[in-house]
């Protein structure tokens, strides 16, 4: 048998291999592993090595300014408990006001200082300095300190007071670019002086003083105030200079309460003339410390709501059309109640406060035609204005002057207001008239053929206009063979004197045929070709010769001599006479018309119907929208209903037509009134129909039954008087004024126009009304 080798086999190639790679990688993943712990200790504990460093450093630099500067420190005592508050400004002795005064250079002086707060713990002194070379307001402030009683023990036992110094503010004068900008890039730009200092009182929300440091320059006949307005805040115990302002009236900014909410804010008038111009600022917080808070204006160059109407309606408000534009922007609130951004009302509230001066101004009966006319321009008023310019040749001149004279204001109010609405004529005519007056009728002429949508007419009427600025009488274009369109009230007269009335052939005798009598009509309106003309007549230009032709033309009887005379018997019924027109009379702007016609007998005018109304036939159209009763309307708009009736109810207790008092629910005055019946007619040329209410004497009385505590009193009699309501509820029209003896006899259709009118009786005559788009109301 042969011998086994003693020698032990080694292992296969191939599993040493296997088992060797193993072992290394449990190895490499060990060292890994390692690696990564001893990393993660190292970076803790370099980090721990760095906080404290940073935190002994710290401390080392608290311990520094604690002992020299513990001032730096203050802010640490809103944290502080009050028994470990740092005390501040210790570095420096505490000083006695006599010893404050002693420490001022040689041309420095204190001033009067200002209490703080209400204890007299703290102060603020303005430092005085001598002005080199000066001759008048020599003495100005360089600098402010504010100073706190010391509350140490050694010093409150002394009969002095000793005050630290909390801290002080360095001012530099400014540049007088600030009052003039044309010296903004001038090397001969000086200072200007700051003199004096005071307190602007509380803005509510603030816990610090507000001040003004301020100076005034005599410029010419004005003293333009200047200054700086300064915070101090007693919290973080600095002064802070926030901005600068002027004022050319010299008067100082002041707080009002602009937007509502309980803060007020800072308003900086820079009014010249008649040109309102506020500078409005909200006190806002930041996030400084030093300084928490600052003043931000309110500005309009940018719209805070995104709506095409508000853009358009601060456009106007930026170029000083306050008046047009707030009124805008009070129906787009109404339509945006519920999302309309705080930061959009507060644009509206600064455009309401230039409104109200611009409203006030304009209401003033100047005794100067062109103050009038700018007044009226200015509120964006500008038919009232053109009537002014027409109503004589003198008025034109003075006016003439003024728009020469005009740098860009009145033209840029013209600009935006036909940016916004291109079509709109009255702004047109003013437009042109300034072009006139600067630049030429030939260059305004050619402007105004430019416009969009110019009617001939217009046209000629503006082109007529244009002689007057240079106080040329331009004999007025008749257009010849027009029909006549004439409303005017009717009168009987018993006598006639001839020679007072003007008719074609002057030698023919003014009679009458068997049943006849005469009439006279005051006319209220006329068309005379081109347009309606409104009593009174002023303008009319009748020549010395031909005057009678003259109005036979312009009233177009020359083709139609014929008149009705309208009159409604007690039911309500009209009755219509034909009448001729025989002659004119024109008296200081009235124009009267002497027509023969049947006798109109008396008990067919009631006198709780209109008053006799004279009109020719093509003259208007006669519109009656068929009735709704508001229990029908509440069912197709309830919220209009809801809207109206209060209203409704208000404006009868205000003419004393219902007793003063509570208004009663809205559903004791629908059940009432359900069966009232009234009409839904657009008479504002939006689309959206007003609601017109009709109310007679014996409708009143029937509300008396809701008030329960009342004494039911006998109703009077009245004639029916007429209430128009916008879709959004307000008021555009009404008859229940009191003392007002007018009352809205119909609504017709003028001949020129598509858009409604109100025909008006008024206690003499009647007069036509027609919305106005612009002024917001019948005119």
């Known amino acids: 048998m042969a011998n086994r080798s003693r020698k032990p086999t080694p292992p296969s190639s191939q599993g040493n291999q296997s088992h060797g790679n193993g072992n ?17 200790w190292s970076t803790l504990a370099i980090a721990l090595l760095l906080s404290s460093a940073g935190l002994i450093m710290a401390f080392t630099w608290f311990s520094i300014l604690f002992i020299f500067n513990p001032a730096q420190l203050s802010w640490m005592n809103e944290f502080l408990q009050e028994w470990g508050q740092i005390p501040l400004n210790k570095s420096e002795n505490p000083q006695s006001l006599q010893q404050i005064q002693d420490g001022l250079s040689t041309q420095q002086t204190a001033g009067e200082s200002i209490p703080l707060d209400d204890e007299e713990g703290s102060f603020l002194l303005p430092i005085f300095q001598q002005r080199a070379n000066c001759q008048s307001d020599c003495q100005e402030i360089v600098e402010l300190r504010v100073y706190q009683r010391a509350e140490d023990v050694e010093y409150q036992s002394q009969p002095e007071k000793f005050y630290y110094l909390a801290t002080q503010l360095s001012i530099t004068a400014p540049d007088e670019s600030l009052i003039n900008a044309a010296l903004l890039y001038r090397d001969d730009n000086i200072s200007l002086p700051l003199t004096k200092i005071q307190s602007l009182g509380s803005d509510v929300v603030s816990p610090g003083v507000w001040l003004a440091l301020w100076g005034q ?67 806002q917080e930041t996030n400084f410390y030093l300084n928490p808070i600052q003043l931000a204006e309110i500005s309009l160059k940018s719209p805070a709501f995104e709506d095409s109407g508000y853009q358009d309606a601060l456009l106007i408000a930026r170029n000083g059309l306050w008046t047009p534009a707030f009124e805008w922007l009070q129906f787009i609130q109404k339509q945006h109640q519920g999302d309309f951004p705080a930061a959009a009302q507060a644009q509206v509230d600064v455009i309401r406060l230039h409104s109200q001066l611009t409203k006030a101004q304009a209401d003033i009966s100047w005794a100067s035609p062109s103050e009038q006319v700018l007044a009226e321009l200015i509120d964006g008023r500008w038919a009232k204005a053109l009537q002014v310019f027409e109503a004589s040749l003198q008025n034109a001149e003075e006016i003439a002057s003024l728009l020469k004279a005009d740098t860009g204001r009145l033209w840029n109010r013209t600009v935006a207001a036909l940016r916004v609405n291109p079509t709109r004529q009255d702004v047109q005519v003013w437009a042109t008239l300034i072009l006139a ?143 001729t027109i025989k002659a004119v009379l024109w008296q200081n702007g009235v124009l009267q018309l002497l027509a023969a016609s049947p006798k109109i007998p008396d008990d067919d005018n009631h006198p709780l119907q209109p008053k006799p109304l004279a009109v020719t036939q093509s003259a208007l159209e006669w519109v009656q929208p068929s009735p709704i009763t508001l229990s029908t309307l509440y069912q197709q708009n309830p919220g209009a209903v809801e809207a109206m009736l209060p209203i409704l109810w208000r404006s009868l207790q205000e003419t004393g037509q219902l007793p003063v008092g509570d208004v009663p629910s809205f559903w004791q005055i629908q059940a009432q009134l ?50 128009i ?55």
Request: with cysteine; aromatic share 8%.
């Open 24 to 40: 290394k990688r449990v190895c490499a993943k060990a060292r890994r592993k390692s690696q990564y712990r001893s990393w993660l």
């Open 217 to 283: 320059r005599q410029q010419e006949t004005n003293a333009i105030a200047y200054g700086y307005i300064i915070y101090y805040n007693p919290q973080r115990q600095n002064l802070l200079q926030l901005l600068s302002w002027k004022n050319p009236n010299g008067q100082l900014p002041k707080w009002e309460q602009v937007t509502g909410g309980g803060a007020k804010e800072l308003v900086i008038d820079q009014t010249v003339d008649l040109e309102p111009q506020l500078t409005v600022y909200q006190v």
């Open 674 to 723: 359900g069966n009232w019946p009234l009409q839904m007619i657009d008479l504002t040329n939006d689309t959206q129909p007003e609601m017109v209410l009709t109310i007679s004497a014996d409708a009143i009385a029937s509300l008396q039954d809701i008030i329960l505590d009342t004494q039911k009193s006998q109703p009077k009699q009245f004639r029916p008087r007429t209430l």
């Open 725 to 779: 309501l916008s879709d959004s509820g307000k008021v555009i029209y009404t008859d229940f004024k009191n003392y007002s003896q007018q009352s809205l006899t119909a609504i017709a259709k003028l001949s020129d126009s598509q858009s409604l009118a109100l025909l008006v009786e008024n206690a003499d005559n009647y007069s036509i009304k027609r919305w106005s788009d612009q002024n917001q109301r019948f005119e």
């Open 437 to 579: 007056a600067q630049r030429g009728e030939e260059r305004a002429n050619s402007w105004l053929k430019s416009q969009p949508e110019i009617t001939p007419s217009h046209l000629s009427y503006v082109q007529g206009l244009l002689p007057q600025l240079q106080g040329k009488v331009v004999k007025p274009e008749i257009v010849l063979n027009h029909p006549s369109q004439i409303i005017g009230a009717v009168q009987p007269i018993t006598e006639i004197n001839s020679s007072e009335w003007l008719q074609p052939d002057s030698n023919a005798d003014l009679t009458l045929t068997d049943n006849q009598v005469w009439y006279r009509v005051e006319v209220s309106a006329f068309h005379d070709g081109k347009s309606w003309l409104s009593s009174p007549f002023r303008n009319l230009q009748p020549p010395n010769t031909s005057s009678a032709e003259f109005f036979w033309t312009t009233l177009g009887i020359n083709l139609n001599s014929e008149i009705q005379i309208i009159v409604w018997n007690s039911q309500g019924e009209q009755q219509i006479t034909s009448a």
